[in-house]
């Protein structure tokens, strides 16, 4: 429903900027022969010529409108040029034409707040240049004033076509008018100017209308084209709105403009100037009423919005008459193209003005296969959107299931190949609610960059620093390889600096602190739940143990937490394992004490069905892993493999998923051999040799 605004000020400067037949124009930049020859863009469908979506003015006047089809304009222009609109996916690619619109939005943003309201048409909030023009330069004091100036449209001037211009000229200078028609003034001196440097720097050309308000300008606009602008001073509003016809009115081409004009007779703006701003409240509402009463004096509140980039991103087709969608393969064919397109899109916005949109929505239109749903509308469903083209499919694929069994009424009658009762005839998914991303966010890939020169000096840790820090962790995850993945995943616990001196004292403060809070911990039980990785041995490379969602850390005493307990644990943490739990940052750290030789040795040999790399088979099917912590008690790692989530790795980049698939892959048995005199210690070493 329109919203009552009143107006901050009846000064303001707004200019409504509409392209003129803007993919003619497109299309003629493309193709220069075709400028001052009859051309009309159709549509990619060639039944009957493909309907016609823009008419050059010289097409107009032999007579071509819109509303024809390619072959009836031919027939009455045999002249006239028809071009075809790009095709990509099996629909029309209207790129071009958007990049086009995007570079006179540039052009026009120039000089104030800018709106872009479509492809092809802006508006802008020019108050503050103009007033600064009007205390600096004065229309009154230029002694030369451009032609495309003078050839503006002043709404009340009345003059003998000769004398316009010089009535132009007048009303523009006078020195006596009131502020607002001076401000105007300004303004068609700086729409001028702006439309000039468009029509230079991209070759098109375009029409304004210049008022006090978005309503108004957005009527003047279109008043005189091609190539011209229009002035509405506050005294011509009266003038313009009286005789305009009721439905010509933005937001009354609906359902409440038909009301107004079968309920109360109103066929004109002037019409409705004759209900008193109560009788409208009583009819439509306080809001509706207030708007109704309002927008016949003119009055509209509306602000421009700061807003030179698209607030959506849609993509659809019409399927008409015997084209229309039956089955839900054909619907499942159409949504794969148009996630396709709406991702690359998305990925585009996102890369190019760091924006990202929210909400996915899809928008069908049905035709009825009984009389009790002639009435009836195939609703709108929408949900979070997520990003990537298989993604944004899978979402729309439900959406739309959603809403046909909301319009069918019964899903049972409706589903499976071939199923009759139902027919598409339009389908569109749209990505709106875009906002900003926060400055200073990073991507989570970036968390995976080896190549970012901005984190460069974390690689400066040598082997040693980054296996002392491995080794130390006695929170389960007993990190002693300096594989690729591991290297990274410790790169968001400390920040990026070019001083690597910096980076490893934030390392050594971040290792002080885990250590404090694991003294703390030290001696109660305690279950977490992490995303596991497992890792086989490799000659000359430090093993890796990773603690899973199973893991179980025993006391000094070398007591287990029960099974009872641990299920109750795990089973309260069900389902918040995610690609987060990459980057904990609570891994506690401690420098170990020393140990004897034969203390290690003992250890070893006290798994008694121990590989020789610390690791023994699980009754769970994990792997369990086993060394000492600084306490001297002894840690059980249990870790489920089968329990990993295959969608977190495949998020991952593709160099990181290799490795860890690596780790995933069944474990060879070991025998349960060791070699006496070997010591913990030899199977952190980053020389061992198996």
């Not at 230029?142 to 316009?164: C, F, N, T, Y």
């Not at 490795?659 to 199977?683: C, D, F």
């Amino acid at each position: 429903m329109p919203v009552a605004r009143p107006e901050s000020s009846d000064s303001r400067v707004i200019a409504h900027v509409d392209m003129d037949c803007f993919y003619v124009q497109v299309e003629q930049r493309k193709q220069p022969e075709l400028r001052g020859h009859p051309t009309a863009v159709v549509q990619y469908n060639a039944w009957k010529g493909g309907g016609l979506i823009a008419v050059s003015y010289e097409a107009r006047s032999f007579g071509v409108k819109r509303s024809m089809r390619g072959d009836e304009a031919k027939s009455v222009c045999p002249e006239i040029q028809l071009v075809r609109v790009p095709v990509a996916r099996g629909k029309a690619d209207l790129s071009i034409y958007r990049n086009a619109g995007s570079e006179v939005v540039a052009i026009l943003s120039r000089k104030g707040r800018c709106e872009r309201a479509s492809i092809d048409e802006v508006y802008l909030d020019l108050t503050d240049a103009a007033e600064k023009m009007l205390s600096e330069t004065p229309p009154e004091s230029l002694e030369v004033i451009d032609d495309e100036v003078i050839k503006s449209h002043v709404l009340g001037i009345s003059a003998e076509p000769s004398d316009v211009r010089q009535a132009v000229r007048e009303w523009i200078c006078r020195s006596n008018a009131d502020r607002r028609d001076k401000l105007l003034a300004c303004g068609a001196f700086i729409v001028a100017e702006l439309r000039m440097q468009v029509l230079k720097e991209t070759q098109f050309s375009c029409s304004a209308g210049i008022a006090h308000n978005k309503m108004l300008a957005k009527l003047a606009s279109g008043m005189n084209k091609p190539a011209q602008q229009t002035v509405v001073p506050f005294v011509s509003i009266k003038s313009l709105l009286e005789p305009l016809p009721i439905r010509k009115m933005k937001q009354l081409g609906g359902k409440l403009g038909c009301s107004l004009q079968d309920d109360l007779g109103v066929n004109t703006v002037g019409d409705l100037l004759q209900f008193s701003e109560g009788r409208l409240q009583e009819r439509y509402g306080i809001n509706t009423g207030t708007w109704l009463w309002n927008i016949a004096r003119g009055i509209n509140g509306d602000e421009v919005e700061s807003r030179v980039l698209p607030k959506s991103h849609g993509t659809g087709k019409t399927f008409p008459g015997l084209n229309c969608l039956k089955t839900i393969a054909a619907i499942e064919r159409w949504l794969s193209k148009f996630s396709e397109e709406l991702a690359e899109r998305l990925e585009v916005d996102l890369e190019q003005n760091k924006r990202i949109a929210q909400t996915l929505t899809l928008h069908a239109s049905a035709h009825k296969a009984t009389e009790s749903q002639s009435q009836k509308k195939f609703p709108s469903k929408s949900c979070p959107l997520r990003y990537g083209t298989t993604k944004i499919l899978e979402d729309a694929l439900n959406l739309f299931q959603a809403g046909l069994r909301e319009y069918l009424s019964s899903s049972s009658k409706a589903y499976g190949n071939g199923c009759s009762g139902w027919g598409i005839t339009n389908l569109s998914l749209s990505a709106s609610k875009i906002v900003d991303i926060p400055s200073g966010t990073c991507s989570i890939m970036k968390y995976f960059h080896t190549q970012d020169q901005s984190c460069s000096s974390t690689k400066e840790f040598n082997d040693k620093e980054i296996f002392e820090a491995a080794t130390l962790s006695t929170s389960g995850t007993c990190a002693g390889s300096e594989s690729y993945l591991m290297k990274h995943l410790q790169e968001p616990q400390t920040e990026c600096h070019e001083d690597g001196t910096k980076m490893n004292t934030l390392m050594q403060t971040h290792l002080e602190d885990e250590s404090r809070m694991f003294e703390d911990k030290a001696q109660t039980n305690f279950s977490r739940e992490i995303s596991s990785l497992s890792t086989p041995v490799k000659k000359n490379e430090p093993q890796l143990d990773s603690v899973g969602e199973d893991a179980v850390i025993k006391d000094a005493a070398g007591g287990n937490r029960s099974r009872d307990q641990k299920g109750k644990a795990l089973k309260e943490k069900q389902g918040t394992s995610s690609i987060l739990q990459f980057f904990q940052t609570k891994n506690c750290f401690q420098e170990p004490k020393e140990e004897s030789v034969n203390d290690m040795q003992e250890t070893t040999e006290s798994s008694c069905s121990g590989k020789a790399d610390g690791t023994v088979p699980s009754e769970s099917g994990g792997i369990r892993s086993l060394h000492r912590g600084a306490d001297q008690s002894r840690v059980d790692c249990i870790y489920k493999i089968d329990e990993i989530d295959p969608n977190v790795v495949d998020e991952l980049p593709r160099e990181i998923q290799e490795e860890v698939r690596a780790w995933l892959r069944p474990q060879k048995r070991a025998n349960n051999t060791m070699r006496r005199g070997s010591s913990i210690t030899h199977y952190f070493s980053p020389n061992k040799n198996l």
